[in-house]
């Protein structure tokens, strides 16, 4: 049984033969160095020895064991506030840093199927501009009703149009009668809570601005 333990138990029995055989050694190498208790306690306890005079304390030694702790309070006193001055930047950085990889990781999800996405692209456009698509409509009971080239909505004035819970549920549970899939485990989906977070955050990034929306809605209604 020994020969089908796991991996992690074979290292394990490892490490506790090493850390045994250093025990030992250890062992014997102290009794190697002892020296047989032979003469007074004065000359084989080393508490007992006699330490240095006063006069050897307070010279070379004592100004350097003072010199030592100078030194090290210099570097708490001049350390610390180089790091509290610093920490708020490298938060920054950090979330900064956490940000760019979660909008990477959308944007390889929004892509199409062929490039290794969840095809949103296809249907929503690239940068969420719009797409078609085509999608068969069907009665309540599933049979066929006709052919249609579905107008896949813009997303990139959607967080103007509702907010990120919104648009979570929306991704989370999909929109019945439509094209759109649920795309968050709860719905049914391939997709995770981070995951989803993951692409809105990839979503913020192609947003126009309201004075944009407005300008698409005028341009279009002059037509």
Same mark, same amino acid.
């Given at each position: 049984m020994l020969f089908a333990a796991s991996t992690q138990t074979s290292i394990g029995l490892v490490l506790l033969v090493i850390a045994?055989? +250093?025990?030992?050694v250890y062992a014997w190498a102290n009794l190697r160095q002892s020296r047989p208790e032979v003469g007074s306690e004065i000359e084989l306890a080393a508490n007992r020895k006699p330490y240095l005079s006063d006069e050897e304390l307070e010279g070379k030694k004592l100004d350097r064991t003072l010199s030592l702790g100078l030194l090290g309070l210099f570097i708490l006193g001049v350390g610390l506030p180089l790091y509290w001055l610093a920490e708020p930047g490298r938060q920054e950085g950090a979330t900064q840093r956490i940000n760019d990889e979660f909008v990477k990781r959308g944007a390889a999800m929004f892509d199409t199927t062929e490039? *290794? *996405?969840?095809?949103?692209?296809f249907c929503h456009g690239t940068n969420g501009v719009g797409g078609v698509t085509p999608y068969t409509i069907t009665d309540s009971e599933g049979r066929f009703v006709k052919q249609?080239?579905?107008? *896949?909505?813009?997303?990139n004035t959607i967080f103007l149009r509702y907010t990120r819970d919104e648009v979570r549920y +929306?991704?989370?549970y999909g929109r019945p009668f439509s094209p759109m899939p649920a795309w968050g485990a709860a719905g049914g989906g391939p997709l995770t809570s981070?995951?989803?977070q993951e692409l809105m955050d990839y979503m913020v990034t192609f947003q126009i601005t309201a004075e944009e929306a407005q300008a698409q809605v005028t341009t279009q209604l002059a037509k």
């Open positions: 045994m055989l +250093i025990a030992v490039n *290794g *996405g969840y095809n949103c692209a249609v080239d579905w107008q *896949g909505p813009a997303l +929306i991704l989370e981070q995951k989803l």
